[in-house]
């Protein structure tokens, strides 16, 4: 069973923003930290930000948190990544998942985003 469904994505120009939305399913949404991850063609995927339970501590990837932010919805069950100022090489497929990573925790299918004119 996989927990997380990610969409959001698209194509967009340099410059431009999408919000990306994950909802997750399972019991350890609310006590877990949440990140959003991503892989661009030819490459490892790489971490990209991550939120506390309670929503309050957030971290960024290097270089990051001046263009993206992400937030979650306890309520809801779901957490987001808002990005800003699109750049080509943001172009990847992004997911999300627990922050950290088990090697037992599966992923999603993850939503596409190409940022391209």
């Known amino acids: 069973q996989v927990d997380f469904v990610e969409s959001g994505g698209g194509l967009v120009q340099p410059g431009g923003s999408l919000r990306l939305s994950c909802a997750v399913s399972?019991?350890?949404?609310?006590?877990?930290?949440m990140g959003w991850y991503r892989q661009a063609p030819g490459k490892q995927r790489e971490y990209v930000a991550r939120?506390?339970?309670?929503?309050?501590?957030?971290m960024y990837a290097t270089g990051m948190d001046d263009r993206f932010t992400i937030s979650r919805d306890n309520a809801k069950n779901s957490v987001y990544l808002q990005m800003r100022n699109l750049k080509p090489e943001d172009t990847a497929v992004y997911y999300c998942?627990?922050?950290?990573?088990?090697?037992?925790?599966?992923w999603g299918q993850g939503t596409q985003v190409t940022v391209s004119s």
């Open positions: 399972g019991n350890r949404f609310k006590s877990n930290s």
């Open positions: 939120i506390a339970p309670d929503g309050v501590q957030t």
């Open positions: 998942n627990y922050a950290p990573v088990r090697s037992s925790d599966q």
